[in-house]
């Protein structure tokens, strides 16, 4: 980043100058021939290599013609001169004033056009453009089926100047292994010389745990009168102690020493780490600086002292390495701005919280109040968005909501945005035009929604198919944008105990209340028409993607119903295929009542805990070790009364854990069952059925976790749904692991479990 005075980035975002006639072309292809040349110099980066590789490959599956790299300039035919050479100069090209992300498509003369950015990234985002805007390219979703590529016998170019930067100066989304994809979406990796850093790193990055629990204890948080140095498996759940003068010297220090080794670093994080108000010291000198009171979230406040810290932190490393920036996380026990203290001029906080809550008109005008509040303390702001994804069972899409925000956020001082994504996996890519649309968005929020959703269900499906798509998109956006704010899931926003909230219950299914089956009818049925239309292979399969992950979201709102209903599951299923559902509906239920009847495949072992010595066979009895000593136990042993003669694990007084299980993974579509007793009178467990898919040598893809509210008083049924594709981001899917997982239970509460398996659905 050549300049970085963030305050001063543009907000406008595209700025078009006609230099010649529009009817003035300049032509690429002619007749499926090549008519011009791209000119790229000797010592082009490895990075700008690649982007005019993206571009040759495009120009010949659009039109069969294959470009020329030259370098040097030919005497005759058309140019296209991409990235810096001897005609920056030149052709007096002068781009001081444009973002680095930022780019120029111009015309030097009658012959060239050149795609030039400030840096390699504004460059390779240029090629891009010029791919969509003059041959159609579009890269609607990851995986080589997701492009979308118009063919052409002439691709010719009007000669129209265009100059475009981002509306946001960092944009970025979490869980995406698709490094390809993001790129198209104007998503830069710049490793240290990453624009804004500000995500937790107290622990990772700045007081390293196993040097600072051995040199410095003193610099960890006192609690109940002793010091906390967390083991390993809690290595980020602590703060350090904030008002201890070592602390922000030797933060200075390193952070001085990190700027020394990476000269190219923009900025530094100092962001919290990831815990609750419990892991703050407690010391004399931090104590006096907390407020007393709690915070927007409910959370006690302690942004003072925080701020404090950081400020004495900032001004330490500015004296050595000037002009550097920080950022941070407005997070948890940080989430309110200070009262006492200003934010430091050079830091940069990105408030956390899931702004899909705005479709709300209350929580919209707090969360504008609330962010109004921080603009009183600094001007330049970054946002941290949970646009969850596959953590949803359906469609999570809310275009219209986003532009909205967006629009709102570049109006009032956010620079920098990121969000946790986490799409579902290819090819089932179930939010379809989701973060397509959204990561345009951050380019120019003004874009319009309607028009970027109907080009991108018509590249994706074909025209005729495009309606039926839309429909399918319209209905999940009216349901989270509506009918999923009058549900408990969502919350009362007019209760008098209403809180804000940083992220909505992702973990829940209960906003399922809301979904009729008649509705779930109606949603194949579109999906099913659009793709009864498809023209083309590529077509079909995309909406087979659609269809697929759909599958998923019919199995969930079966295994809902059964969660709701008290009749015996085998009686609900049967119910079910006494009425009018689709035959694909019929399948899932026989399926499952294949399942609930004791007929399908068990691919699990010792579900019932019946062998074991002193502990059961093929389970690991998984006790997260959390506080010190660790409390809480899991005990094979007999069942209640109420099951006489039979073995179960009793979980008793645990922070969290649960037990486990790893089995080989075949592709396909599997059940996860157990039964489940909490005692009379216990308050209400809540419980996670976990699936983690891993890869060969052991390395996890994703947790999938869906939560059970465990209601007390006798042995009930939980069960979930989830498939397991052959491959995900190119790698094998090797080994399946489940666990059932308890948190933050009191001490003498406890929960029974028994008939823990997976089942694998017929084909």
């Not at 001169?81 to 498509?105: A, C, M």
């Not at 099913?528 to 969930?556: I, M, N, P």
Request: hydrophobic share 35%; with cysteine.
């Amino acid at each position: 980043m050549k300049r970085a005075i963030l305050a001063q980035i543009p907000i406008s975002v595209l700025v078009a100058v006609a230099l010649a006639d529009e009817g003035d072309m300049l032509h690429v292809v002619r007749d499926g021939q090549p008519v011009a040349v791209v000119v790229c110099a000797d010592d082009a980066s490895e990075q700008l290599q690649y982007a005019v590789g993206v571009l040759r490959d495009c120009i010949e599956n659009s039109s069969g013609a294959r470009l020329t790299v030259s370098r040097e300039v030919p005497a005759d035919g058309g140019l296209i001169y991409v990235g810096r050479g001897p005609w920056v100069s030149q052709f007096k090209t002068n781009q001081e004033h444009l973002d680095d992300d930022g780019f120029e498509i111009r015309f030097p003369d009658a012959r060239s056009v050149m795609i030039l950015g400030p840096s390699d990234w504004g460059t390779e985002f240029g090629i891009y453009e010029f791919l969509e805007r003059y041959v159609g390219v579009r890269w609607l979703i990851p995986g080589p089926k997701g492009t979308h590529i118009p063919q052409h016998r002439d691709i010719q170019i009007p000669r129209v100047h265009v100059r475009e930067e981002p509306a946001f100066f960092a944009r970025y989304w979490s869980g995406l292994k698709q490094g390809a994809w993001m790129r198209t979406c104007r998503m830069p990796f710049r490793g240290v010389s990453k624009r804004l850093s500000f995500h937790h790193n107290l622990e990772g990055g700045l007081f390293p745990l196993e040097t600072y629990r051995k040199t410095n204890p003193e610099f960890f948080p006192l609690i109940d009168g002793k010091r906390f140095l967390p083991k390993n498996v809690e290595r980020h759940k602590w703060q350090p102690c904030f008002t201890d003068p070592a602390v922000v010297t030797e933060a200075v220090k390193n952070i001085t020493e990190y700027f020394d080794k990476n000269p190219e670093a923009v900025s530094y994080s100092l962001g919290i780490n990831d815990t609750g108000p419990d892991r703050w010291c407690q010391c004399e000198g931090c104590r006096a600086q907390y407020s007393g009171k709690n915070n927007s979230i409910g959370q006690p406040d302690y942004s003072d002292l925080y701020h404090g810290w950081c400020n004495r932190v900032i001004e330490g490393v500015l004296e050595e390495h000037p002009g550097k920036w920080f950022g941070c996380l407005a997070y948890n026990n940080v989430f309110d701005p200070p009262s006492t203290v200003k934010v430091h001029s050079r830091l940069v906080p990105y408030i956390c919280m899931d702004r899909m809550q705005w479709a709300d008109e209350k929580r919209r005008e707090h969360g504008h109040a609330f962010h109004q509040r921080w603009l009183e303390q600094t001007s330049t702001l970054g946002w941290y968005d949970y646009i969850y994804g596959r953590q949803y069972r359906v469609p999570r899409v809310y275009c219209h909501q986003m532009a909205d925000y967006l629009r709102y956020a570049r109006r009032n001082g956010v620079r920098g945005y990121y969000a946790e994504a986490y799409p579902p996996s290819v090819p089932n890519w179930g939010e379809g035009p989701k973060l397509y649309v959204t990561s345009r968005l951050l380019w120019n929020p003004d874009l319009d929604v309607d028009s970027l959703l109907r080009d991108w269900y018509v590249c994706f499906a074909g025209e005729a198919a495009a309606d039926h798509l839309a429909e399918y998109y319209v209905y999940w956006e009216k349901f989270w944008t509506q009918q999923v704010l009058k549900t408990p899931w969502f919350g009362d926003t007019e209760s008098p105990h209403y809180k804000p909230r940083q992220y909505l219950d992702f973990k829940s299914t209960a906003y399922f209340d809301a979904i009729t089956l008649e509705e779930i009818v109606l949603c194949r049925q579109m999906l099913e028409s659009a793709s009864a239309k498809t023209r083309t292979d590529a077509q079909r399969t995309r909406v087979r993607g659609l269809l697929d992950a759909f599958d998923a979201s019919e199995t969930t709102f079966l295994f809902h119903r059964l969660q709701k209903d008290d009749r015996p599951p085998a009686e609900v299923l049967t119910a079910l295929l006494k009425g009018d559902i689709p035959e694909s509906l019929r399948q899932k239920v026989n399926g499952f009542l294949d399942v609930f009847q004791g007929r399908a495949a068990l691919v699990s072992r010792n579900p019932s805990f019946k062998s074991g010595n002193g502990k059961p066979d093929n389970w690991t009895l998984w006790i997260k070790p959390l506080g010190d000593p660790p409390h809480g136990k899991i005990e094979w042993t007999e069942s209640p009364r109420t099951r006489p003669g039979k073995m179960c694990l009793r979980v008793k007084g645990i922070k969290r854990g649960g037990p486990v299980q790893a089995i080989p993974a075949k592709p396909g579509r599997y059940v996860m069952r157990l039964s489940y007793m909490v005692p009379e009178g216990q308050r209400l467990q809540t419980i996670e059925m976990n699936v983690t898919l891993k890869d060969s040598k052991g390395k996890d893809f994703h947790t999938d976790t869906v939560t059970v509210e465990a209601v007390p008083g006798k042995w009930r049924l939980a069960s979930r749904y989830f498939d397991v594709p052959k491959t995900i981001a190119n790698m094998a899917v090797a080994s399946i692991q489940f666990s059932v997982v308890t948190n933050r239970m009191g001490v003498e509460e406890e929960i029974h479990y028994d008939d823990i398996g997976i089942y694998r659905l017929p084909e």
